[in-house]
Structures are given as structure tokens and as C-alpha cells.
């Protein structure tokens, strides 16, 4: 047992029971998904947001834990690892600086650092948010879209490559991707691949069968 085990006993995000952050029982309960898309770039998540994974996303994003956020990278790392997509380099979907203040770390940021310790794979973080953009929840897909339109740009010094791929918690409608995917191109780049912990169910399928399917380990 470690001392952060002490000091913070492992408790289940998905159903609140002690001795694991991510309890078999919940893991077992997660459907796997075939990759969607987002504009045409395929999208690899862990599974639809319901049931345990949509809670232990909450407890993640609103009282985090350090174990939390490892066990749902590691259920992200085998959804990547299943479906054969290749990756080289990630980058994740930053936060408006003040509401990352206010929240005090990124989720989205935090999710692919472990990823790319987890997957071997440097993390280039490069993506900023130009404005801060209303909460999306309760806005419908047009609303949504229209909120994000401008909302980032690439920042960093160094041109993004192709094929990054992009890592954020949830994906609901994919408007956000699909903003940050348009400013990575802007920006001489592009993006090969989405990576997120859960997806809304009604995005299109994926039209390429990939091998393998997603799930916890
Ligand atoms: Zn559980």
C-alpha cells in the first residue's frame, strides 16, 4: 500500500465502494463501443457516458484523485491499444486559463499525460483557448457548434505534425473536437485520431471496421 493509499483510501468513481478506484464490477458494467467519427477522424473512447463510467467521469472532473485518474487513463490506454489505431505524438483540449484556475488542473490535460506515459508517447501541448466559451450543457448540436467556432488556436512554436491525436474527457456532440481538430489544421497541422474516456451515442459509426474492440482491463 502506498502512502497516497493512506492518506486517500482507494473508493470506486463508478459506485463508491472502497478498495479499488475503478472497481471490477463497474468495469465489467462499461459497453464497449466500435469507433466513431468526428468530422471524418475516427473517434476511440472506453464506452457510451451512462451508468458508472458517466459518474466516475464526474468524480474525476469535480473531486480528483490521483488513482482515479490513472485507472481511467488505463481504461482509455486499452481502447487505444484494441483498436489498432496507430499514434505517434498526443496533444489534449485545453481549458480557458481562468476556468482552469478555478478548477485548479485540466482534466483533459491530466487524462493524456498519463496516456502517453501509459502508451509511450510524447504529449505536445499546444492548443489554446482564444476565448472562454458558455457552459455546452443543455445547448443542442447547432448551438454547440456555433459556440466553439474560433475557440482555439495552435500556440506553440513548434508546426503540430499530422495524425495527432487530440484527448479530452467526454466527447457530446464532438464540436469541441471538431473546433480543435480546424485549428490544428490552421495551423499546418492535423489530427489522425480523438481520444476520449466516454461519447454521447449519437454520433455515426465509423465506416472503416477497425480490429478489436474497446473496454476496460
Ligand atoms: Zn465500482
Excluded at 13 to 29: K, L, M, N, P, Q
Aim: some cysteine; hydrophobic content about 45%; charged content about 20%.
Amino acid at each position: 500500500m502506498s502512502l497516497l493509499d493512506l492518506i486517500f483510501p482507494p473508493r470506486c468513481g463508478g459506485c463508491g465502494a472502497y478498495g479499488a478506484s475503478w472497481c471490477g464490477r463497474c468495469a465489467e458494467r462499461v459497453r464497449s463501443l466500435p469507433p466513431g467519427t468526428v468530422a471524418g477522424i475516427p473517434l476511440i473512447t472506453v464506452g457510451p457516458l451512462e451508468g458508472p463510467l458517466q459518474r466516475a467521469i464526474h468524480v474525476y472532473k469535480y473531486r480528483p484523485r490521483p488513482q482515479l485518474a490513472t485507472a481511467l487513463a488505463g481504461c482509455l490506454e486499452a481502447a487505444v491499444r484494441n483498436s489498432g489505431i496507430r499514434i505517434a505524438v498526443l496533444t489534449f483540449v485545453p481549458l480557458h486559463p481562468a476556468r482552469q484556475r478555478e478548477r485548479g488542473f485540466n482534466q483533459a490535460e491530466r487524462l493524456a499525460r498519463r496516456l502517453g506515459l501509459m502508451l509511450e508517447l510524447p504529449v505536445l501541448a499546444g492548443l489554446r483557448r482564444v476565448r472562454p466559451t458558455p457552459a455546452q450543457v443543455g445547448l443542442g448540436e447547432a448551438e454547440r457548434r456555433a459556440n466553439m467556432i474560433g475557440a482555439f488556436c495552435w500556440s506553440a512554436t513548434q508546426r503540430p505534425p499530422e495524425g495527432l491525436a487530440l484527448v479530452d474527457d467526454v466527447c457530446t456532440t464532438g464540436a469541441t473536437l471538431e473546433a480543435a481538430a480546424e485549428a490544428v489544421g490552421r495551423a499546418g497541422g492535423s489530427i489522425g485520431a480523438f481520444l476520449a474516456l466516454a461519447r454521447a451515442q449519437t454520433l455515426p459509426a465509423l465506416a472503416v471496421t477497425l480490429p478489436g474492440q474497446s473496454g476496460c482491463p
